[in-house]
C-alpha cells in the first residue's frame, strides 16, 4: 500500500500577543464555529488549550472552551470558594471533575463530584456549585452556550 504525505496544519504556539487580542480571537474562533454551525459543513479542529487565552470571569473563576457545530467543551477553573449561582440553561452538561471538588446544589439534593467523576444535568435543570477546593473542571454543552460564546452570563461576571 502507498504511503502519501500530508502538510500538517500549523499551529501557532506565539504567546507574545497581548490578552485582549487573544481573547478576541478566541471568542472570533467561536463565533466562526457558530456561523459554521448555521452555514456549512463541519470543520476538523486541533486546538491545544495553551492556545486559548484563560478568561477572568471574576477574581475566582477562570474559562477557556472549543466551539464545535454542535457541542462545546469548556475547561473551568475555580479557586476555593467561588460560587457559581444558581442558573439553568437548554444545553444539556456533562461536568468531569479533572481536579478538586464542586459541590452542587440541584433538584433537591447536595452532591459532591470529586476528580474523576461526572454529573450529567439535563436540560432547563437549576443548579449552583461551590469549588470546595481549587478545581480544574471540564464541562461539555450541547448545543454550545450562546450566552458565553456572546458574553452575557452576567451570574457568572460577579465578584463570588
Known sequence: MAKTKSKPKSVSKSKSKSTSSSNAKSHNRAARAVTKHAAGPAVLQYIPWH????EDLN???QRQFVVGQE???ARVLLKKGCIVPEHSHH????TYI?????KFWIDGKEIVVQAGEVLCIPSNMPHKAEAL???VDLDIFAPPRM???NKTDQYLRKEK
Open 71 to 73: 457541542i462545546m467543551l
Open 91 to 94: 444545553n444539556e452538561q456533562l
Open 59 to 61: 477574581p475566582l473563576l
Open 98 to 102: 479533572v481536579e478538586g471538588a464542586l
Open 133 to 135: 477546593e481549587d478545581t
Open 51 to 54: 492556545t486559548i487565552p484563560l
Open 147 to 149: 450566552d458565553w460564546i
